[in-house]
Every structure is written in structure tokens, then in C-alpha cells.
């Protein structure tokens, strides 16, 4: 079968960017003229011809959105998948839910099916393993939009709905601060994710800001349930271990207020405990869980919205646009009646 040159090959010879080859190849006002000159010419030499599929899809509508998620078990992705469909159905679309399970490789493969479903547009939230966009460029290079929500990808031109983690965080590690607490470990994500960068960064602004001592042994990777049941053991086996712990989400502090309990630690008495979602686990836990609030159910609606008027205004290439939801802190058992050493 002979080779079918496409959008991608002509980016790669040329050393400019798949966006950019898109845009000349149709004389956007923001390519120069001899950029556009450039990428056509290349183009008749090497025979492209723009691919079917990715037409069809500018001038049809299958009423169909995908969303990418990575994992469908956690409370807050719930949240959004019900912002998300409330919107869409309001406006004669259904949705495919699709599920990376943390994944990179899945995630790509996904990305191939959702080009093959004709999907209208797309909701995007990474996994903590994606390594680059390159599968995703190929999702807009179809003429699918795509709105990143929660775990966004940086280099990628594209709208984007995040949580605002750098002052959530602060305002967990301030209320830890407040009641007393002197040593304050932080249970944190990978740090290819800006979520996790974010709350690393805000639980140091927040430590500095105390006037205490940044202290690299209390900044422990560990993002969920499992894991956080080890790390706190070691924690606690620490010559000075903390009096408060920050997790990444809730989940990592329910594993941890878990682990506490059975080394005998009274939550909060001896250790308080902070979380960042408000998940149905926080008000599960014993005691319940303080945390921050992400409001999930709008974010959902909000890259909702956002998704479908791109794809009403047909306009996948315009300047892109973040939105930013404030968070709030939920304050329960967990932080209560801690009692300063």
C-alpha cells in the first residue's frame, strides 16, 4: 500500500509546527505569506492531499463528544462526567467516556479511536504517565477540538478549564498552620503533572510564609490509597515526625489517617490531616476528612461549554483561553481538636 503523506510530514520537513501547516495550508491571516507559500508549495511536491476523514468532520456533526478520563473511580472524575453531560445534553449531544486508567499508551490508543468515532469534540483530562501531546495534535489535526480540564498538557494550543491548586493548597496548609501544627509533611503527586506542581509549590509558599523551616524529608511522593499506608509508617518512624499532613488528594489521606490509626496516633490529637477534593471519601473516613474543595460538577459544565462553541464557531486553530475555578476549604473532624505539642 503506497505511503499517504500527511499534515504531520509536511510540520516535520518544513520544522514548523502541525498548527502552523494547518493554518497556511488554508491562508490563515496569521501565517505569513511566505510561510503559506512554503507549506503549499511542499505540499504539491510531495503529493498531500488533505485527508477525508479530517473534512468530513469540519462539515458534518455527529452530535457525539468523547471525554478522556483517568480513572472513572475516583468521586471528583464522577463530578465532571455529570457537569459535562448536563450541558451536552442540554444541547442535543451525547457523550463517550473513555478510560486511560492511568495509562500513556491507552491514552494514545484511545486518541486513534476517538479520530475513528467522528466524535464533534473532546474533553481531556491526562494521565499521570503522558509523556508528550503528540497523540493529541493528531486528534486536532482531524479537526476535533479539544478542552483540557483538570491535568492539563502545557505545550498544546487548546482551552483549558483547571482547578486553581497553588491557593488551594496554601489555604490547607495555612489551616494546618493555624491550629498549631509545627511539622507539616506533604504527601505529593508526580511532578510531570502541573496539579501536583501546583500543590507542591502552594504547600511551600505556605511553609515559608509560617516562617518555618522548609524541610525536603516531609515532601513524600505518594498519590494514592495504597502507597500512603508505607510512607506514613516511615514518616511517623522519623526522629521529629510531623504533626500534620497535607495530601495530594483524598484518597492518599485516607490512606494515611488508615495507617495512623493503627500505629495508635489520635486523629487530630496527635496528627491532623488535610486532603484535596472533597470526595465522597472525606465524609466516609473516622474521623472525617478535611480538604479542599475542587468542584468537579463545574468544571465539567464549564469545558462543556466550552468544547461546543468551538465546535458551533468551527474555529479548532484561535487563541486559547484558561479558566480558572476557585477552590474552598472544607473543614471537618480531621482538623479539629488537634492539640499543639
Known amino acids: 500500500m503506497p505511503y499517504t503523506v500527511t499534515i504531520k510530514d509536511l510540520a516535520k520537513s518544513l520544522g514548523v509546527s502541525v498548527s502552523t501547516v494547518s493554518r497556511a495550508l488554508k491562508n490563515h491571516p496569521d501565517i505569513s505569506k511566505e510561510t503559506c507559500r512554503a507549506v503549499q508549495t511542499l505540499a504539491k511536491e510531495m503529493n498531500y492531499t488533505p485527508n477525508a476523514v479530517a473534512l468530513s ?21 464522577s463530578c465532571v462526567i455529570s457537569g459535562i453531560e448536563n450541558i451536552a445534553n442540554q444541547h442535543g449531544y451525547n457523550v463517550i467516556i473513555f478510560q486511560s486508567n492511568e495509562d500513556f499508551e491507552r491514552e494514545k490508543s484511545i486518541c486513534k479511536s476517538v479520530i475513528n468515532s467522528h466524535v464533534d469534540g473532546l474533553l481531556v483530562s491526562i494521565s499521570k504517565n503522558t509523556k508528550n501531546s503528540d ?24 482551552d483549558k478549564v483547571i482547578v486553581d491548586d497553588f491557593n488551594g493548597a496554601i489555604t490547607a496548609v495555612e489551616h494546618l498552620v493555624s491550629i498549631g501544627c509545627k511539622r507539616i ?35 513524600i511522593p505518594c498519590d494514592n490509597q495504597h502507597d500512603a499506608l508505607e510512607v506514613t509508617r516511615k514518616l511517623m518512624s522519623l526522629p521529629d515526625p510531623p504533626d500534620g499532613i497535607f495530601a495530594v488528594n483524598d484518597l492518599t489521606a485516607a490512606g494515611s489517617m488508615y495507617a495512623l490509626r493503627k500505629m495508635g496516633y489520635r486523629i487530630p490529637e496527635d496528627v491532623a490531616v488535610c486532603g484535596f477534593t472533597d470526595g ?12 479542599v474543595e475542587q468542584h468537579g460538577d463545574k468544571i465539567g459544565s464549564l469545558a462543556a461549554e466550552m468544547l461546543l462553541k468551538r465546535i458551533d464557531n468551527k474555529d479548532i486553530d484561535g487563541e486559547s483561553v484558561t479558566k480558572i475555578i476557585k477552590t474552598n476549604l472544607v473543614v471537618r473532624e480531621s482538623t479539629l481538636g488537634f492539640v499543639t505539642r
Do not use: C, W
Not at 468532520?57 to 472524575?77: A, C, D, E, T, V
Not at 503527586?189 to 510564609?209: D, S, V
Open 57 to 77: 468532520l469540519r462539515h458534518r456533526k455527529s452530535n457525539l463528544i468523547g471525554i478522556i478520563i483517568p480513572q472513572i473511580i475516583h468521586h471528583f472524575f
Open 135 to 158: 497523540h493529541l495534535r493528531e486528534v486536532q489535526s482531524a479537526g476535533i477540538p479539544i478542552v483540557f480540564f483538570d491535568r492539563i498538557l502545557g505545550d498544546i494550543n487548546s
Open 185 to 219: 509533611a506533604h504527601l505529593s503527586a508526580p511532578q510531570n503533572l502541573q496539579i501536583a506542581q501546583k500543590r507542591q509549590l502552594g504547600y511551600i509558599e505556605a511553609i515559608k510564609k509560617a516562617g518555618m523551616e522548609l524541610d525536603r524529608d516531609l515532601i
Open 280 to 291: 465522597l471519601v472525606s465524609t466516609l473516613t473516622n474521623p472525617t476528612l478535611t480538604t
